[in-house]
DNA sequence: TAGATTGTTAATCGATTAACAATC
DNA sequence: TAGATTGTTAATCGATTAACAATC
């Protein structure tokens, strides 16, 4: 908390998987640890590890190490977790149902208040608890709703025009599974992407060039 | 190609990305592109572009820039496109069967040669062109065809068994759908994680966090 | 108190950007 | 040739690591 001045695009990726070790240390009773000892288990170093930390405070004790509890509770509330961030998911494909049905969004400080798609014959049908609405309802849904972050699961044919509108509707925030650059278009975003085939593009580069 | 010394992972993780954008330029029919629009439509800086290109080789042509198609196949040759790395899927929830279905994998230099669940109702069935297999088959099975890479769509609780054998049978590349940290256990190992919960987390706290 | 481990500053390393000579 | 744009080196910037004084 505090003084919480710039924080790096780096540290800030590296919160979550704090608090996924920090859970798994509660699952397994242990309750204090030391930052040598977590950098064993993340595979981070010790003193980035004190280094992130120290970017919202001094969550450790000298000579003790860290509460595991208090540290996991911290992290969780500077991330935010405790909060509600109103959410919608635009397109039920394979992608949108699999997130939709697999992911606990609750848990992860988000609430989705809205599942749209255009095919007539999804639309009205139930999922995971959602009754799937007609996109062509999507901006009145946003004027009288304001949802803040928009979940992108579209093909590439229709998501720019889609993401424009939701944009000039006030939505600035996206959780991006399609192939469009999002903030490449509309500067004043906050984008994070989920590009499923650059990460297997990737994955066959490193096979294919191992001895690097 | 040539002299490829040790390419850092930054430069390697934007090759896909240019990939993406030298097909969508082949779409419309641009066949000549400079650094500087390239810079315009990726949102990457014009020295940065010529310089990640530069580590494979002088594709561009001074005054001129580059040849699309021809670059476009550079780009597809470095990442190993054209090859086809021996894959197989193990654990057919939703985001296995999502994987599955959705990805072109041949078309991004993958052939996924075996598909495995431990659910006896799933066993036998057909998912996308694949019989599913067993997964008391799978040394068996890994030990007679030896796949390069295995798909790890598992939950947290039997991942970590699974991939310690293996590992042990051989298999060293895996993409890593579970919250499992693959590389911390196996040190020899080349691993690209898809962690949709860090993502999610990602976005939650810089939604929380918009004057940062 | 002595030992351990943090918080934090300084040093290093690597990646990005700027600049420009080479050259098409 | 003149204009444009690359390839490449040098300068800058930021992130990681090392080191250690503070302190529990």
């Known amino acids: 908390m505090s003084k919480r001045n710039k924080i ?9 998987k704090y608090y996924r070790f920090l859970n798994h240390l509660i699952s397994q009773d242990i309750n204090r640890i ?10 981070l170093t010790a003193p980035q590890i004190r280094q992130d930390l120290n970017c919202f405070g001094g969550f450790g004790q000298q000579g003790y190490g860290y509460n595991v509890a208090e540290l996991k509770n911290q992290v969780a509330s500077i991330i935010g977790i ?3 961030i109103s959410a919608i ?34 639309i009205g ?11 062509n309802y999507l901006l009145d849904f946003c004027s009288i ?7 992108i699961c579209l093909p590439m044919s229709v998501v ?25 278009e509309h ?16 994955l066959c580069y490193r096979v294919n060039n191992q001895e690097n």
């Not at 709703?145 to 979940?151: E, G, H, L, R, W």
């Not at 025009?161 to 490449?184: A, M, P, Q, T």
């Not at 994070?192 to 990737?202: F, G, K, R």
Request: hydrophobic share 40%.
């Open 34 to 43: 030391s930052s040598s000892k977590l950098s064993e288990i993340t595979g």
């Open 8 to 16: 790096s695009l780096s540290v800030i990726r590296r919160l979550p």
């Open 82 to 84: 405790n909060k509600s």
């Open 125 to 135: 049908a139930n999922i995971a608890g959602f009754q799937i609405m007609d996109v």
């Open 187 to 202: 500067s004043n975003t906050i984008v994070e992407n989920v590009h499923l085939q650059d990460s297997l593009l990737t």
């Open 89 to 122: 998911l635009i397109g039920i494909g394979n992608i949108g149902k699999t997130i939709l049905t697999h992911l606990q969004f609750e848990s992860m400080g988000f609430k989705i208040n809205g599942v749209f798609d255009n095919d007539s014959l999804k």
């Open 145 to 151: 709703n304001n949802p803040t972050v928009a979940i």
């Open 160 to 184: 720019g025009d889609i993401v424009k509108k939701l944009v000039n509707n006030g939505v600035r925030c996206f959780w991006n599974f399609s192939h469009y650059d999002i903030s490449v």
